[in-house]
């Protein structure tokens, strides 16, 4: 079966290291925060200006005034620190953060990205996704294999307004893992249960398929 947000959200926190510095964008990115493998120390970022912050809060924990970049109620992990939105974008723009998580409307096969711009729908900007796609040093996009149409998301080129040029260096969609490389998409894993044809027939990009693909693990 394919992928629902949680394992989506799941699977790239195992793309996590010891040490790193992680910005997570709004939507599916939020979920990773959930997911950080036990023993690992990583310092998640929110352009909004919070540093150190740990899992969605539990109920009885929820404080208003602790909030991410997507508005929504977070947790602040001991030693965490808070600052204004122009040291957080310094911090974004020096190249701090080891790994930025996105979502996304389309990816190209060449890793250029277009996530602020929403058909039909009125949006108020793409936010901090430009810098941080142009500052990160490893970019996951976290998506929908296709949208509501069932049209691909992954691409040969994008049709909406990008968001950063050739920058998305792996995605995990409720299909598979990729990795953007060489003009292509290569697939590395497949969701459990999902077949190759089946990704095969939702990939409008150019696909690169080894011999063996594995199931991810669970």
């Given at each position: 079966m394919a992928l629902d947000k949680y394992g989506i959200a799941k699977r790239i926190a195992k793309e996590l290291q010891d040490g790193y510095y992680v910005n997570l964008g709004i939507g599916i990115p939020t979920l990773v925060s959930n997911y950080v493998p036990e023993g690992m120390t990583i310092m998640l970022q929110s352009e909004n200006g919070m540093l150190g912050m740990g899992p969605y809060p539990k109920e009885a924990d929820i404080d208003a005034d602790l909030i991410n970049a997507g508005k929504e109620t977070v947790t602040i992990l001991p030693g965490g620190a808070f600052f204004d939105s122009v040291e957080s974008f310094g911090m974004i723009r020096a190249g701090k953060i080891n790994l930025t998580v996105l979502g996304a409307m389309e990816v190209a096969q060449n890793g250029d990205i277009a996530s602020w711009k929403i058909?039909?729908?009125?949006?108020?900007?793409?936010?901090?996704?430009?810098?941080?796609?142009?500052?990160?040093?490893?970019?996951?996009?976290?998506?929908?294999?296709?949208?509501?149409?069932?049209?691909?998301?992954?691409?040969?080129?994008?049709?909406?307004?990008?968001?950063?040029?050739?920058?998305v260096t792996k995605i995990v969609t409720d299909l598979g893992v990729f990795e953007v490389k060489d003009n292509a998409f290569h697939l590395l894993e497949r969701a459990p249960g999902v077949s190759i044809e089946e990704i095969q027939s939702k990939t409008a990009g150019k696909l690169f398929v080894p011999d063996f693909v594995p199931e991810m693990e669970a």
């Open positions: 058909p039909g729908k009125m949006v108020k900007g793409m936010g901090g996704a430009m810098d941080l796609v142009a500052s990160a040093k490893n970019i996951i996009v976290a998506m929908q294999h296709t949208n509501r149409e069932g049209e691909s998301k992954l691409l040969p080129q994008c049709n909406l307004p990008l968001t950063g040029v050739g920058c």
